[in-house]
């Protein structure tokens, strides 16, 4: 995935010289979901519904996830995803064209290993990982848009996430471009929310 920076305006990230050689340092980062609070789950998941000082929460432990990369010694700071029960449901809750199921993809690599694959036999996700566990995902079946109330979830997370850095002075040391989150290709949506054939024809449009 490439890094979002949110900085609004952008800017190339800072070359590391060492004081015996010219050559850049290789910058390090992290993509992908962080460990969050166990109490967190359930509600990440849609298990119980979103307490009262929800964004409380999220804040607080987005502060944390921060922190840790930055202790570690990353140099670019990804926010860890911790409001997202996954990235890409997260990115295709945005728009609208899903509107009906078809059955989810399956792991190429488990259909050659018939015997490995039964481990995963029940098991539910975003791809079918052996021949039995059917697994139905969202597919498109009309055109993509986004959705006015996906745009305005989108901004409080770009929000929440500014809010935490410009709020705590040990994350001032960074340039807010080297501050980002993850976010799904098309590519990479296609590959999880197949397409009906009822308003794309073909994959190419």
């Not at 992908?32 to 359930?42: D, T």
């Not at 432990?61 to 922190?67: D, E, K, R, Y």
């Not at 993809?105 to 059917?134: H, I, M, N, P, W």
């Amino acid at each position: 995935h490439k890094p979002r920076p949110f900085g609004s305006k952008g800017g190339a990230l800072p070359r590391y010289s060492n004081k015996t050689s010219d050559m850049a340092r290789i910058l390090c980062t992290h993509v992908g979901s962080l460990p969050r609070p166990a109490a967190m789950v359930p509600v990440v998941r849609g298990d119980v519904p979103e307490p009262a000082d929800w964004e409380e929460q999220l804040k607080a432990a987005t502060a944390g996830v921060l922190t840790k990369q930055l202790e570690a010694g990353l140099d670019v700071i990804n926010d860890g995803e911790l409001s997202r029960r996954d990235y890409v449901s997260a990115a295709r809750a945005r728009m609208s064209g899903f509107g009906s199921k078809k059955r989810s993809a399956t792991a190429a690599d488990l259909e050659q290993s018939e015997e490995y694959a039964q481990k995963f036999k029940g098991r539910k996700g975003l791809l079918s990982l052996e021949k039995e566990t059917v697994i139905e995902n969202p597919a498109c079946d009309a055109e993509i848009e986004y959705l006015p109330e996906g745009l305005k979830n989108l901004e409080t997370e770009i929000e929440r996430v500014t809010g935490v850095i410009a709020s705590n002075a040990a994350f001032k040391g960074k340039p807010m471009n080297q501050y980002f989150f993850s976010s799904p290709s098309p590519g990479t949506l296609t590959t999880f929310f197949p397409n009906s054939g009822a308003h794309y024809k073909t994959h190419e449009e």
